[in-house]
């Protein structure tokens, strides 16, 4: 990985003083007196009042399903009990490691960030929740110097696909495996121990701690993205910061994947997009109506020699195994999902396979108790509604690129933290 780059604009009031990034990227793990003395861990005075800021500007969970932060902070700080705050830094998508980055790197900014959630919610214990070895040993130094903050308890966890989803942090917390539960009752409602609990991502928090010390520039803090861009034919990957609303195009060009024919979106949950991926902006809403997911915004570029009935295959695959089978339409629909894109890859499929992809990809979403299954049915519904040609084309023929077989290892999509 070659390393990481803003693309925030440097003119931005308060952007200087304590930016994701910075203007100079940390390149190593972050030092406690430059925190200091960029404004951090400063006393909140008003919970309410950063609360207030965090609605006003609309900052979303980057975790993957984009709730409104200030929801949840205000649920948790609003339920019966004495709540508990979490941060995640399990992230399961293959192909993200902007939340490792920000473990390994930011640190305080991560734990500054938790210290304030808890503050706005009324909590006194919290958790760094993580399975990356390197991100604890970060983790616990930044813990031991840290000059305020409730009691942490930092909680490790086997990496897996679901290990971060919020019910099954809950879970292993509580002692039990890293696997989601049944909803509801959600974490704001009855979390680790029974107390309402916010499980909040890394980067939310991180988002969380600038906004405190960079109230100007609170909307621009809201609105970037932390974005994880790899994949074949391009330069090496690397993780980018960018505006709200930017077009996949400026971080593809920044990063070598120009001429990519299409890209996957949120790692693996937000679909596979072809002509015109160019224009998509990276952004919630404007995603969801064009039938994505913005998720955790990594972004996987697809050289055009290689193809994408095979890169789906791979993918749906990788869900296939990761599946925890707790719920049987998951195992049965992940597994009929993955076998029969295998198919198609082969060239042995006819009409009647097509057919039953394009009905299990609109009856499965929503049906198991996680977004494993959704995310396996969105890369099948996207792959047949911008590839129609491309799979007409493995009718009866053996595709080069993609092979005999399609490994659910995941190989394919990993990257290392910078
Ligand atoms: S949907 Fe699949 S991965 Fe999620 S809990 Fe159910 S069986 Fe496990």
């Given at each position: 990985?070659?390393g990481?780059?803003s693309?925030?604009?440097?003119?931005?009031p308060?952007?200087?003083?304590?930016?994701?990034?910075?203007?100079?990227?940390?390149?190593?793990?972050?030092?406690?007196?430059?925190?200091?003395?960029?404004?951090?861990?400063?006393?909140?005075?008003?919970?309410?009042?950063?609360?207030?800021?965090i609605a006003?500007?609309?900052?979303?969970?980057?975790?993957?399903?984009?709730?409104?932060?200030?929801?949840k902070?205000?649920?948790?700080?609003?339920?019966?009990?004495?709540?508990?705050?979490v941060?995640?830094?399990?992230?399961?998508?293959?192909?993200?490691?902007?939340?490792?980055?920000?473990?390994?790197?930011?640190?305080?900014?991560?734990?500054?960030?938790?210290?304030?959630?808890?503050?706005?919610?009324?909590?006194?214990?919290?958790?760094?929740?993580?399975?990356?070895?390197?991100?604890e040993?970060?983790?616990?130094?930044?813990?031991?110097?840290?000059p305020?903050?409730p009691?942490?308890?930092?909680?490790?966890t086997?990496?897996a696909?679901?290990?971060?989803?919020?019910?099954?942090?809950?879970?292993?917390?509580?002692?039990?495996?890293?696997?989601?539960?049944?909803?509801?009752?959600?974490?704001?409602?009855?979390?680790?121990?029974?107390a309402?609990?916010?499980?909040?991502?890394?980067?939310?928090?991180?988002?969380?701690?600038?906004?405190?010390?960079?109230p100007?520039?609170?909307?621009?803090?809201?609105?970037?993205?932390?974005?994880?861009?790899?994949g074949?034919?391009?330069?090496a990957?690397?993780?980018?910061?960018?505006?709200?609303g930017?077009?996949?195009?400026?971080?593809?060009?920044?990063?070598g994947?120009?001429?990519?024919?299409?890209?996957?979106?949120?790692?693996?949950?937000?679909g596979?997009?072809?002509?015109?991926?160019t224009?998509?902006?990276?952004?919630?809403?404007?995603?969801?109506?064009?039938?994505?997911?913005l998720?955790c915004?990594?972004?996987?570029?697809?050289?055009?020699?290689?193809?994408?009935?095979?890169?789906?295959?791979?993918?749906?695959a990788?869900l296939?195994?990761?599946?925890?089978?707790?719920?049987?339409?998951?195992?049965?629909?992940?597994?009929?999902?993955?076998?029969?894109l295998?198919?198609?890859?082969?060239?042995?499929?006819?009409?009647?396979?097509?057919?039953?992809?394009?009905?299990?990809?609109?009856?499965?979403?929503?049906?198991g108790?996680?977004?494993?299954?959704?995310?396996?049915?969105r890369?099948?519904?996207?792959?047949?509604?911008?590839?129609?040609?491309r799979?007409?084309?493995?009718?009866?023929?053996?595709?080069?690129?993609?092979g005999?077989?399609?490994?659910?290892?995941?190989?394919r999509f990993a990257?290392?933290?910078?």
């Amino acid at each position: 990985m070659t390393g990481v780059h803003s693309l925030l604009p440097e003119g931005q009031p308060g952007l200087l003083v304590s930016p994701v990034f910075g203007t100079e990227p940390y390149p190593g793990v972050e030092d406690l007196a430059r925190y200091l003395a960029a404004g951090g861990y400063a006393p909140l005075t008003a919970r309410d009042r950063l609360l207030d800021r965090i609605a006003a500007v609309g900052l979303r969970g980057r975790g993957g399903a984009g709730f409104p932060a200030a929801v949840k902070l205000g649920a948790v700080r609003d339920a019966p009990g004495r709540p508990v705050v979490v941060a995640n830094g399990e992230e399961g998508e293959p192909g993200s490691v902007k939340d490792r980055w920000l473990l390994c790197h930011r640190p305080h900014l991560v734990l500054d960030g938790l210290r304030l959630a808890a503050a706005m919610t009324g909590a006194e214990h919290g958790y760094v929740y993580l399975s990356d070895a390197v991100a604890e040993q970060t983790v616990r130094h930044a813990l031991a110097e840290r000059p305020t903050g409730p009691r942490v308890d930092v909680v490790r966890t086997d990496h897996a696909y679901v290990a971060g989803e919020e019910t099954a942090v809950v879970r292993h917390i509580d002692g039990g495996p890293a696997l989601p539960t049944a909803k509801p009752p959600r974490p704001f409602e009855a979390g680790v121990g029974g107390a309402p609990t916010l499980v909040a991502n890394v980067e939310t928090l991180a988002r969380i701690a600038v906004m405190h010390v960079c109230p100007d520039a609170a909307a621009a803090v809201a609105g970037a993205h932390l974005v994880t861009v790899s994949g074949t034919g391009g330069g090496a990957a690397a993780l980018v910061e960018v505006p709200a609303g930017t077009h996949l195009k400026l971080p593809a060009d920044l990063c070598g994947h120009g001429r990519a024919e299409a890209v996957l979106l949120g790692g693996l949950f937000g679909g596979l997009y072809g002509p015109g991926w160019t224009d998509l902006p990276l952004d919630h809403d404007r995603l969801k109506a064009a039938g994505g997911a913005l998720g955790c915004g990594a972004l996987h570029f697809l050289h055009p020699e290689e193809c994408p009935v095979g890169l789906a295959a791979e993918a749906t695959a990788y869900l296939a195994a990761q599946s925890t089978r707790q719920c049987g339409v998951c195992v049965s629909g992940t597994g009929a999902l993955s076998g029969t894109l295998a198919t198609v890859a082969r060239g042995a499929a006819g009409d009647g396979e097509v057919d039953q992809l394009r009905r299990w990809s609109r009856q499965l979403p929503g049906r198991g108790a996680c977004g494993l299954l959704d995310a396996a049915a969105r890369i099948v519904a996207t792959l047949l509604s911008h590839f129609p040609d491309r799979i007409a084309a493995h009718r009866g023929s053996t595709c080069p690129a993609c092979g005999e077989t399609a490994p659910g290892d995941g190989r394919r999509f990993a990257v290392t933290v910078p």
